[in-house]
């Protein structure tokens, strides 16, 4: 003691800098990775909040009309530390004030998984920190609790994706529910390889709905009947191709002349086929509180459809802020926190799947 005495004098002037050490360090802090597809992201959640989420996207792909694995995989290695960083500089943490590391694990493309799995299991290891496997469809439901104000549990999610399509009866968490999901292709492949079949370049979804802004859901398409509350998309693109064929032979430049139109029905279609099956649910599960979350959530004519049901059912409705509809690191990093609160910790022997069942 004496011999600190000159220390005491510092020690009482700086007690509001050393509350601030002293409150970050019993804090909950999470880094989120995310690298399942073509999309380099890294977020840092304290206590349930996002302090940051940074993506580094992918444009080498479009000249090739779609994903390459290989490609994206050499993409991420070169991305994973620069965003990283810019995530942990931007949160103003350091690394030794991580409380765990969560990435995705499952499901995406298995090259891509790998390196955000490497990088995360290579860090908790270095660090000594907890390692949070994190599926990356649970995170699109919870990135609902983002924002603020978030739904009460328990709550039904449409998530829609370019994978995957699901209604989710989430009763907290890290309990969540499928309901029903799709038995072939997900809705956002349905936007886009029929945004392909209209010579849309890649990605199409975008474009489609872009297009469907300016027409009117004129011409119709087959929606598939499937009992229950399970999905199917492979005989809408079915139909998409069989009518532009039969119009071509009479009029090749149909698709040029009806572009809007065709993107507006065609995504009509889409989109009354997700809203009749979560009306289903929501009157199945007499749930009022309903969201949307997925990729394919980020879409206007969707949205719209969606909120303008809600209002029509007296839902309650939620939507992501659009940063959190896309594949994001945030969504992984609020899932990780969750995950940590429950020591839902994963050995460093854990692997990436390229598919896996959802069970949470």
């Known amino acids: 003691y004496a011999a600190n005495k000159p220390f005491l004098p510092f020690l009482f002037v700086n007690t509001k800098i050393y509350s601030a050490i002293y409150t970050m360090s019993a804090s909950v802090v999470i880094l989120g990775i995310e690298s399942s597809c073509d999309e380099t992201a890294a977020a840092v959640c304290i206590d349930g909040q996002i302090r940051s989420n940074i993506i580094a996207t992918q444009a080498i792909h479009e000249q090739y009309g779609g994903v390459v694995p290989e490609l994206a995989s050499r993409a991420h290695m ?3 530390l620069p965003v990283v960083q810019q995530a942990m500089q931007q949160a103003g943490v350091g690394m030794a004030q991580l409380s765990g590391i969560a990435f995705t694990q499952a499901p995406g493309l298995i090259g891509a998984l790998l390196v955000g799995a490497s990088f995360a299991k290579s860090l908790a290891l270095a660090l000594q920190k907890p390692l949070l496997a994190v599926h990356h469809m649970q995170a699109h ?7 603020q104000p978030a739904p009460a549990f328990p709550f039904l999610c449409l998530t829609v994706s370019g994978g995957h399509t699901q209604i989710v009866l989430c009763h907290s968490p890290l309990h969540l529910e499928v309901l029903g999901e799709t038995l072939d292709d997900a809705a956002g492949e349905a936007f886009d390889k029929s945004a392909k079949l209209l ?3 890649y990605p199409g979804g975008p474009l489609m709905d872009k297009y469907a802004q300016q027409g009117n859901a004129v011409f119709t398409f087959a ?4 009992t229950g509350l399970n999905f199917s998309f492979s005989g809408l693109k079915t139909s998409v191709l069989y009518f532009l064929q039969a119009q071509q032979k009479t009029n090749p430049r149909f698709v040029e002349e009806n572009l809007t139109n065709l993107c507006a029905s ?3 279609t889409i989109v009354t086929i997700l809203l009749k099956k979560l009306k289903v649910a929501a009157k199945q599960t007499g749930i009022t509180r ?6 394919v959530s980020a879409n206007s004519g969707l949205r719209r459809a969606f909120l303008a049901l809600g209002t029509q059912q007296g839902w309650q409705t939620f939507i ?3 940063e959190y509809c896309t594949d994001n690191a945030a969504m992984i990093a609020i899932t990780g926190y969750y995950q940590y609160l429950d020591n839902r910790y994963a050995p460093l022997s854990v692997s990436p799947t390229a598919r896996a069942a959802f069970h949470a």
């Open 78 to 80: 070169q991305n994973i």
């Open 141 to 147: 439901v919870l990135a609902n609790l983002i924002n």
């Open 199 to 201: 010579g849309l370049p």
């Open 223 to 226: 929606e598939p009947q499937i």
């Open 266 to 268: 065609i995504q009509h």
């Open 290 to 295: 309903v969201c949307l979350a997925g990729g």
């Open 320 to 322: 992501p802020a659009f």
